[in-house]
């Protein structure tokens, strides 16, 4: 599972939730060092912060995107806009929710869209 989150505190409460409930857990501070890491392209998962200094949550998922990675995406926000929710799912996402978040609805989350595939946009892999 991959992780974006600029916030440090939020990235790494996230982190320990998810490993804490099995979870293999890779965490980065920005959209950059994702993208430069090529052990990236194994995971079938993404969560990642819309709101992020110099790459936001979907231009990191359309890159993603854009260089064959399949997985299934959820993206996370405290800057909640009107029509987010519709872009994020127009750019791929399964899922928007809102920080704060809850452990139990993250984790319920992340089982429903590792079951389902993308609304538009990519396809989940085989397991």
């Known amino acids: 599972m991959l992780l974006v989150d600029d916030d440090q505190a939020v990235r790494r409460s ?40 110099l790459m936001d949550g979907l231009t990191l998922l359309a890159r993603l995107r854009e260089s064959g990675w399949p997985g299934t995406a959820i993206l996370i926000t405290g800057r909640y806009q009107n029509d987010l929710e519709k872009r994020a799912l127009e750019a791929g996402f399964s899922a928007l929710v809102e920080k704060p978040l809850t452990d139990e609805k993250l984790v319920g989350l992340i089982a429903q869209c590792l079951d389902k595939p993308p609304l538009q946009g990519g396809y989940r892999p085989a397991s």
């Open 14 to 53: 996230i982190s320990l939730l998810l490993r804490a409930r099995g979870f293999s857990v890779h965490d980065f501070g920005s959209a950059a060092e994702l993208l430069a890491d090529r052990a990236c392209a194994l995971s079938h998962c993404l969560i990642t912060d819309y709101s992020m200094p």
